[in-house]
């Protein structure tokens, strides 16, 4: 991914009146050729330099381009005090902040928070009554809409990770858990940069065939109005017997988990979860407010 960026900032690509460098669920870079003034994410950003055209060729400021993708910039010269090489490191330790976006990393836990959530998790000591309590006061839902019985839903935090890790393991460590939330922070797909963080949407759902989760399909709709896709999602492609049904329409049930680039997901916002299946929609307004 990285040797993509890079030779997309530095390639000659074919030229129109408005250049979007790079976009995914995480960052929309515009730039027009003669104008000094980028958009990022929707905002308005003004550049030192304009892009522009010569010999058919375009021509974009690397550095501004190479920082909003979460990259360092520098340079070394020769003795005369030209420029001999430019040096371009990524990192999501050098993501750049900006009214135009949001933290890169708004569901990073601190050592405070790692520590309540494994004082949690073992004070309920395997207790999985306690635990689907726990869970149940905040993090699930379930989905309106077509289909029957609704689809339960869980919003999987780092926090809450820790929580069930430590409730099902008295030996789950701070260490431990400090390593599992960096490592659920950095999941990510390729579309994304190098340590974005994905905020997981896990659902149980229940169909009258063997093969109804083969047709899921998840989205959510930000406060703006906007759609966003998952970058990763666990969807088996058949679903298993549930010994617990009372009718044919729960015969089956399915468990599926989707990442949502949480870059783009505050923590006090309100989303709309939206599963899409063959006999319609199920949905459910969430309050990320409440979340830790």
């Given amino acids: 991914m990285k ?3 890079l030779g997309l900032l530095l390639a ?3 030229v129109g009146s408005a250049l979007p460098l790079y976009a995914s669920t995480q960052k929309t870079i515009v730039l027009t050729i003669g104008s000094p003034v980028a958009t990022v994410n929707g905002g308005s950003v003004t550049l030192d330099v304009a892009p522009f055209i010569k010999d058919s060729r375009t021509f974009v400021p690397l ?4 920082e909003q993708l979460g990259a360092n910039v520098t340079y070394t010269t020769k003795p005369d005090g030209t420029v001999d090489q430019v040096i371009i490191k990524m990192g999501l330790d050098n993501f750049p902040s ?3 976006t949001e933290n890169i990393n708004p569901w990073m836990l601190s050592d405070e928070q790692i520590t309540e959530a494994l004082q949690t998790g073992k004070s309920m000591h395997g207790d999985l009554d ?3 309590e726990f869970k149940r006061e905040s993090y699930i839902y379930y989905l309106e809409g077509a289909g029957a019985p609704a689809s339960e839903l869980t919003v999987s935090t780092p926090y809450l990770e820790i ?3 430590a409730c099902m393991n008295p030996y789950f460590s701070f260490d431990l858990a400090k390593l599992m939330a960096e490592f659920l922070i950095a999941e990510t797909s390729p579309v994304l940069t190098e340590g974005s963080p994905s905020l997981r949407f896990q659902v149980t759902a229940y169909g009258a065939s063997f093969d109804f989760c083969s047709n899921l399909k998840a989205a959510l709709v930000l406060p703006d109005g906007s759609t966003m896709f998952p970058v990763t999602q666990v969807v088996p492609s058949y ?3 549930n010994l617990f049904s009372h009718s044919a329409s729960e015969a089956y049930q399915a468990g599926c988990t989707w990442g949502f680039d949480a870059s783009r997901i505050g923590r006090n916002d309100t989303v709309t979860f939206i599963l899409t299946r063959a006999e319609g929609e199920q949905r459910a307004v969430i ?6």
Avoid: E, P, W
């Fill in 12 to 14: 000659v690509f074919v």
């Fill in 98 to 100: 900006s009214t135009a």
């Fill in 239 to 241: 679903a298993q017997q």
């Fill in 287 to 292: 309050d990320l407010s409440k979340y830790k």
């Fill in 63 to 66: 550095r501004f381009v190479s």
């Fill in 3 to 5: 040797r993509f960026i």
């Fill in 130 to 132: 306690a635990l689907s």
């Fill in 163 to 165: 929580v069930d890790s």
